[in-house]
């Protein structure tokens, strides 16, 4: 062996040393909680970002002002894990997908946010917008004549 190849090797051994103690240090998510009930589950939740939903909503909003979709995509998607079942953000990951043209995927948060608030008629509205992007006029009549019915000056 080569003097390199020894040095190699001794950087290989010590970064894997590393990792072996850093993998001893780790604990098993159900010794972190054992009791999950519905208000540890948040807690659970909050263990994967410091920021709380709102915050990262917010951030995402940026994110897709600035035309960085991924990056807000990414942020929804966590924000909709710590707060799951939300319409807003729901609708905002739907609404991203579009302006991404990514219409077959955005259907679905946009469906799942209305049924959690009925009464977004932007939400329709888009979904409507969607439907008729993927040639289904009349799921698009639909929808859109649900949008009107919320408010008639969409």
Same mark, same amino acid.
């Given at each position: 062996?080569?003097?390199?190849?020894?040095?190699?090797?001794?950087?290989?051994?010590? @970064?894997?040393? +590393?990792?072996?103690? *850093?993998?001893?240090? $780790?604990? /098993?998510?159900?010794?972190?909680?054992?009791?999950?009930?519905?208000?540890?589950?948040?807690?659970?939740? /909050? =263990? #994967?970002?410091?920021?709380?939903?709102?915050?990262?909503?917010? %951030?995402?909003?940026?994110?897709?002002?600035?035309? /960085? #979709?991924?990056?807000?995509?990414?942020?929804?998607?966590?924000?909709?894990? %710590?707060?799951? &079942?939300?319409?807003?953000?729901? #609708? %905002?990951?739907?609404?991203?997908?579009?302006?991404?043209?990514?219409?077959?995927?955005?259907? !679905?948060?946009?469906?799942?946010?209305?049924?959690?608030?009925?009464?977004?008629? @932007?939400?329709? +509205?888009?979904?409507?917008?969607?439907?008729? %992007?993927?040639? /289904?006029? !009349? +799921?698009? &009549?639909?929808? *859109?004549? &649900?949008?009107? =019915? $919320?408010?008639?000056?969409?």
């Amino acid at each position: 062996m080569s003097i390199f190849q020894i040095l190699m090797l001794g950087a290989s051994a010590y @970064f894997a040393y +590393k990792i072996y103690e *850093h993998v001893q240090t $780790l604990q /098993d998510p159900q010794e972190l909680n054992t009791d999950l009930t519905p208000n540890n589950e948040q807690q659970s939740a /909050d =263990a #994967f970002s410091l920021f709380d939903s709102s915050t990262l909503m917010q %951030k995402a909003d940026e994110a897709r002002e600035n035309n /960085d #979709f991924d990056k807000a995509l990414a942020i929804y998607s966590e924000a909709n894990i %710590k707060a799951p &079942k939300n319409a807003e953000t729901l #609708f %905002k990951m739907g609404y991203t997908l579009i302006l991404q043209e990514r219409f077959d995927e955005a259907l !679905e948060p946009l469906l799942e946010s209305v049924s959690y608030d009925s009464n977004n008629p @932007f939400a329709y +509205k888009e979904i409507s917008k969607v439907y008729e %992007k993927l040639g /289904d006029e !009349e +799921k698009a &009549k639909e929808y *859109h004549e &649900k949008a009107i =019915a $919320l408010d008639e000056n969409i």
